[in-house]
């Protein structure tokens, strides 16, 4: 008895294992839908990142087609720094879900129910852009604060495709050179 069950048991692992373990190439998407192409000029958050530029600041992105780069301009509107299309590596957005500043206040009032109001939460949407500064040898990442979902999509389209980074899912990359071959 104790035989046949282990045999049965067996062949059950012998004939699930195969159909379990087949791995499947990723879905790839070629261009995203409903998407526009973003206005020349974006409202956005500088959040840090980039190189010598520590304080966040409320300003505006805009895509320098002449030049070839995305610039921002802080709130006096005098252009803070540029990063050319080239340097781009990676742009992905992140979205982050906080407890806004009411939320936070009212929570803590000691009134019955108060507490409630702490799970009012709100999203913030980031454009993350890693970048390989071109001025010294170094990598970094940065990141802009927008306001809405589609606005961060169109900006990660319009600098995508204007970068000519390829598409990985949500995210734009630049893919590695092929290797060449050297005798």
């Known amino acids: 008895m104790k035989r046949l069950f282990l045999l049965s048991l067996f062949s059950l692992f012998a004939i699930a ?13 070629t261009t995203p839908k409903d998407v526009k192409p973003a206005p020349e000029i974006v409202s956005a958050k500088y959040e840090g990142g980039l190189f010598g530029y520590s304080d966040k600041e409320e300003g505006k992105l805009k895509f320098d087609d002449a030049n070839q780069r995305l610039v921002f ?43 409630l109001a702490g799970l009012i939460k709100e999203k913030r949407r980031y454009l993350i852009l890693q970048y390989d500064d071109p001025d010294v040898d ?27 980074l390829k598409q990985r ?6 893919p590695r050179p092929a290797p060449t071959e050297s005798n």
């Open 17 to 29: 294992a195969p159909a379990i373990a087949q791995p499947r190439p990723p879905e790839r998407s």
């Open 73 to 115: 301009y802080g709130e006096d509107q005098k252009e803070r720094f540029g990063i050319p299309y080239g340097s781009v590596l990676m742009i992905y957005p992140d979205e982050k879900s906080v407890t806004s500043t009411a939320g936070n206040v009212v929570k803590y009032i000691p009134l019955p129910g108060a507490g």
């Open 138 to 164: 170094a990598k970094g990442t940065t990141s802009f604060k927008l306001e809405s979902k589609e606005m961060l999509d169109s900006v990660i389209f319009s600098l995508g495709t204007k970068a000519k």
């Open 169 to 174: 899912g949500d995210a734009y990359v630049r």
